[in-house]
Structures are given as C-alpha cells and as structure tokens.
C-alpha cells in the first residue's frame, strides 16, 4: 500500500496556527474514519495525539485538533509552542485490512 | 498503567532472521478490545507499520503487504507477550523497531524501541 501524502515540512511563529494536511485515497482515508496523527521527538517514543480523525486522548492539550474532508485528513496546532517543534506523522486503517503511515511533516518553530 | 517492555538483539547479519519480544504489563495480549502492532521508524522511510495481532474469539494477524513474505506476529498468551519475527533481513531493515498497543484507530501505548542494526 502506498504511504498517506504528508508536506515535508511546515513552520509557523509562536502564537500562530499551522494545518498539517495528510491525503490518501478512497480505500484508506475516504472510506473510514480510522485516522490518527503522531508526534514525535526524535529519539523519543511516538506520541498519539488524535485518533479516530478528530479525538484526543486524555492529556493531550486542546490546542490540537483534527479533522477530515473526502481522501484528505488535517491536524491544526493552534498557539503554536516552541516545544510543539517535531515530527508529526498521521496514519490511517486501509480497505485491505492494513494500516498506513504518512511520510512525516518537520514542525519547525520560527 | 499499561507498560510495554521490548527485547531482542540490536545486531543482526544480512539474511538472518530478527526477532523481537515485547511482553505485555496492565493489560491482556488477549484482550478482546485492543490489537497489538509492531511499527517501525526510520530516517529514511519515517514510521512503517508491520504488522499485528488480536484476539476477537479467534486470532487474526494482519501484516504489511510488502513484509507479507517475511514476517510473522505471533501471540504468546502464557507469557502475555507477542513476537515479531522478520525473516532474511537486509541493511534496508535496519530502524527503531517499537511494539504498539492499538486501541483502534490509534496507538495509545509503546514500548521504549529497540534499533535494530543489520550489518555483517
């Protein structure tokens, strides 16, 4: 299966908001609502910050948020943070009973 | 508190086999309501799922299509722990391997990661 769409990088000011887009198709994105969005620092452990397209688990700040349009899935930071600057990865389950992974988008703080 | 320990060599020679255990605390490998996976990350590829396995009255495993040939998730419900097994290993394998507990649609627990290096 082919890996989820994700820009290779986005930036924003702190205090700003920044949109993180993830685009798949209509057998992963588009057909369920099994999307999730990662954060990771590097050499630290992946952190689940949305599931299930727009939910956040308990402890993650609700300046994240998540949604979806058609193949096209979205995490919005909003206030952005100097420590909210790493690797942001989203994920969604697939028509052949797999899961799928985005490329990765580079947060940088300016 | 679940926890998830991960264990297994961090050198394996090209063609060998990798094996990785990750044995689970706080909750059950038989769980009827989460999945177990194994993901993993490196600079060049990001996170890559491999795979998983989960106990909905029967077992299922699921894997990645491009590691369909090569890999094997097996539940070990004596031990509560699960394995991963990726069979004829090239330097392409070589990454952060991390178990994962699935709560649908996401990945709420990890274990700590194990780099894997494949190399002679």
């Known amino acids: 299966q082919s890996a989820l769409t994700q820009p290779a990088s986005v930036s924003g000011s702190p205090g700003q908001s920044i949109t993180i887009s993830c685009t798949g198709t209509?057998?992963?994105?588009?057909?369920?609502?099994?999307v999730s969005w990662y954060q990771h620092h590097p050499g630290k452990v992946p952190k689940l910050m949305i599931y299930?397209?727009?939910n956040r688990p308990s402890g993650v700040s609700n300046r994240f948020s998540g949604s979806k349009s058609g193949n096209t899935a979205s995490l919005t930071i909003s206030g952005l943070q100097a420590e909210d600057e790493a690797d942001y990865y989203c994920s969604s389950y697939t028509g052949s009973s797999t899961v799928v992974f985005g490329g990765g988008t580079k947060l940088t703080v300016l | 508190q679940v926890h998830l320990q991960q264990s297994g060599p961090g050198l394996v020679k090209p063609s060998q086999t990798l094996s990785l255990t990750c044995v689970i605390s706080g909750d059950s490998v038989s769980s009827n309501t989460f999945a177990w996976n194994w993901i993993r990350q490196s600079p060049s590829r990001g996170l890559e799922w491999l795979g998983r396995?989960?106990?909905?009255?029967?077992?299922?495993?699921e894997y990645a299509l491009s590691l369909k040939s090569r890999i094997t998730i097996n539940p070990d419900t004596s031990k509560n722990q699960f394995s991963l097994q990726l069979n004829s290993v090239t330097p392409e394998d070589t990454a952060v391997y991390y178990c994962?507990?699935?709560?649908?649609?996401?990945?709420?627990?990890w274990g700590q990661g194990t780099l894997v290096t494949v190399s002679s």
């Open positions: 209509s057998s992963d994105i588009g057909a369920y609502n099994y």
């Open positions: 299930m397209v727009s």
């Open positions: 396995t989960y106990y909905r009255s029967k077992w299922y495993n």
């Open positions: 994962a507990r699935d709560r649908g649609a996401g990945n709420d627990y």
